[in-house]
């Protein structure tokens, strides 16, 4: 249950310096830059470095100011732009969720025995999958690779930056759905495997396809149950082609952004979008300030 | 002059960050299509078989299995085409026919007994649901792309590198109203 083998009643110092540290750690760089107090911060290096500094600091703030406006735009356009879908379509590809995070099947409790129960708690459980739940579907979330990009909620306790059971969340990531049809037991597999199967048991291959009655199987007869085995083998797939997957969501392909978050998207989408107009005039004024100067 | 450049190095920057984002929306609409087509390809791999099988039952439905029979091939015809507008109205005209056709199956005790039929009505109606949901998925994600190639500055950059619209895959009136039960039954 806890992912670096701690003793879960570990100090408060330890659990407090990994709540604040997770916006920086699991939520990036570039959304903790969209932060009010880190724009604010920012704001003030400016203006003490035009003040006070030589113009190799000023060119570089203006080079990074640039680049959190590019970075900041791309997520805008990212949240504003892909299209939400609903897990039962079982789209493949790269999409946007909403839904009810829940505990996967038969696990009742998860997290701090002094807490209540989360899903994902900064420190202490950061790889365990557990699902999204929309009206006709559910998704598997390894959080793992994720870009964690959570606010306290009045769940349990005002301050704790977790993901609770029955928390609304937002997903961008690329959906893949698991069935018979994708998973090692592919249509080459099932043949390989009845031949295999056949072949350990002699007597009932020969009953089969020994049709002359010589005692062994001639090239002939090889060729048939090959294709009785490949016709199983067909029968089977298009089987399961019909069975309900197990959609997951682990990654996304690209270097496109994955991200679990429990701020509704348009919230987070103005956030972004307004923080990338700050740091363009950030970019845009030291280069005014430079030409006038 | 390094004023200058600076701002220029800024704005070229800012045009490939568009230019991408383009290219991302292109993909995603590309994505969402594939995503529909390979379950109208299984739902027409499907309908031969419920053919046949309502074949043996329902001598006195010709005109009903021929009207299916029909609307499978345009629908086919229609996705070699490519031709979205043709793919919405067979696919219509598909529906109603199914619908009609599972209707009647009702006066056929046999056929409604038959594992088969249950089999091949239920996979049918399972990919039906999943083609109105990716088909709703397909039209945001298109739409998003028509919406930001005709927006100011995207528009110049669609403009220049030729970005297309995408046609929506739209919901007829047929498809709009509730089910005449009534109407099916009509024979």
Known sequence: MFSKQQSPFLGWSYFLRHQYRVLWRKGGLVN??????????????????IYSTGTVWLWLF??????????LYQRYRLLVDTATSAVSSSAQGYVALQGTARLPDGEYTRGLPQLPVTLW???????????????AGRCLLYPEAADIVIQPSNHHYHWLQAIYPGQTLYVLGDMRTYTGDNTRHGYHYRVSELLARWKSNSFNLLGAFDKNGDGRLCAEEWAVAVKSAQQLAREAQAENRYKTGTHIIDRSSGGRLFMISNIPPDRLATRYRIASGLY???WLGVLVIYYSA | MITFFAMLGGLIVWIIVLYNHLVMLKNNSDKAWSNIDVLLKQRNEELPKLIAVCKEHMQYEQETLQRVIAARSRVETALKAGDMGSIGMAEDQLRLGL????????????????????QLQMRITTLEDNIADRREFYNDSANLNNTRIEQFPDVLIAR????????????TTLEKHDVDIAANFKH
């Open chain 1, 62 to 71: 203006a080079l990074l100011s640039l680049s959190f406006a590019l970075a």
């Open chain 2, 99 to 118: 619908g009609q056709l599972f209707a009647v199956a009702e006066d056929y005790p046999e056929l409604k007994a038959s594992d088969a039929f249950l």
């Open chain 2, 160 to 171: 220049m590198f030729s970005f297309r619209r995408y046609r929506l895959m739209s919901f």
């Open chain 1, 121 to 135: 708690l900064p420190g202490y459980i950061e790889d365990q999958p557990f699902y999204l739940l929309d009206d």
């Open chain 1, 32 to 49: 903790a830059m969209a932060r009010p107090s880190l724009l604010l911060t920012w704001a003030l290096c400016g203006y003490g470095l």
């Open chain 1, 280 to 282: 363009s005039a950030a």
